[in-house]
């Protein structure tokens, strides 16, 4: 590799670290080529990306970035998983580590915050972006739910107080 082709990769990865919501890192030693496109095509499915490059490169495009200190963990044969949504890429590598005990996961970085092994996983527990509009969205309609609801409660009284007169009268 030259070095117009490292400052390519510097460049990439500096992108990456910069507009990524969470970024993992973790050791794949021993992993066959099939089981690291599975890990890919799940990621994909979360809109996600799974990227190996030479640490040393890793280190110099931190340099400077959010999660610059995520350095340390850039020892040996490592992956990098990120995603924009901030759970998705850790959702995935802690389900999938549980699967496959080649992939380790040591940590990462959540914007400027560095992350080991169990805030990875604590960031994946957390509900996804989805989730959670869904759960804005259900609190936002429950008032108006309500008060729809309300508004309509005498109206149904009444009615109902009116087909019993109807009825006794009929009777």
């Known amino acids: 590799m030259d070095r117009a082709e490292k ?16 970024v993992v890192v973790a050791r794949y030693t021993g992993m066959t ?12 499915e979360v809109d996600g990306s799974v990227r190996v490059a030479k640490n040393k490169l890793a ?11 995520m350095g340390n ?14 759970v998705a890429a850790a959702k995935v590598c802690e389900a999938y580590a549980k ?6 996961i040591l940590g990462g970085a959540m914007g400027d915050a560095v992350l080991d092994a ?11 972006r989805e989730e959670l509009i869904a759960q804005i969205v259900s609190c936002i309609g429950a008032p108006a739910s309500n008060i729809a609801g309300a508004i309509g409660a005498p109206g149904s009284a009444i ?7 109807e009825e006794r009268l009929a009777a």
């Open 99 to 104: 699967t496959n005990d080649k992939f380790v």
């Open 118 to 128: 169990a805030g990875v996983k604590a960031v994946a527990a957390m509900p996804s």
């Open 159 to 165: 009615a109902s107080i009116l087909s019993t007169i």
């Open 59 to 69: 280190k110099i495009a931190l340099d400077g970035k959010p999660g610059a200190k």
């Open 33 to 44: 080529v099939a089981q690291m496109q599975t890990l890919r095509a799940k990621m994909r």
């Open 73 to 86: 963990l850039l020892l040996g044969m490592t992956v990098l998983a990120y995603s924009e949504d901030p």
């Open 7 to 22: 400052g390519k990769v510097v460049d990439e990865l500096g992108q990456i670290f910069a507009s990524s919501g969470v």
